[in-house]
Every structure is written in C-alpha cells, then in structure tokens.
C-alpha cells in the first residue's frame, strides 16, 4: 500500500510540473516535500492529491 501511494503521489507531481523530493508514509498519514510551479496555490496542489487517491478534504 505504502509504496503504491508514493508511486500515486510521485506520478501527481510529475503530472502538474513538479516533483517530491521527500516522502514518509504512515499507517495513517503521510509527509511529503514537494516542489511545485510556483504559480500553482499549495490548497490547489492539496486538492490535485485528494482528487487523485479519490478522497474529499475535512
């Protein structure tokens, strides 16, 4: 599971122009340092990830 997740995140990123450079995943949350255009709004990249993994924000 862990490793399918950094391949979706990984794939997120390079998809939207930027790149994880770290990750950490737990058994019920994940940190990540991502690179990222700086024209895209961190809420936006956030929002890229839940609607990828199919998940809705809090």
């Known amino acids: 599971m ?8 990984q794939e997120t ?4 122009g930027g790149e994880i ?9 994940v940190h990540h340092f991502a690179s ?8 936006d990249v956030y929002l890229w990830v839940m609607e990828r993994l199919e998940l809705t924000p809090d």
């Open 36 to 43: 990222v255009p700086p024209k895209k709004p961190a809420p």
């Open 21 to 29: 450079i770290a990750m950490e995943v737990m058994s019920d949350h």
């Open 13 to 16: 990123a390079k998809e939207r």
């Open 2 to 9: 862990a490793d399918r997740l950094k391949e979706i995140l």
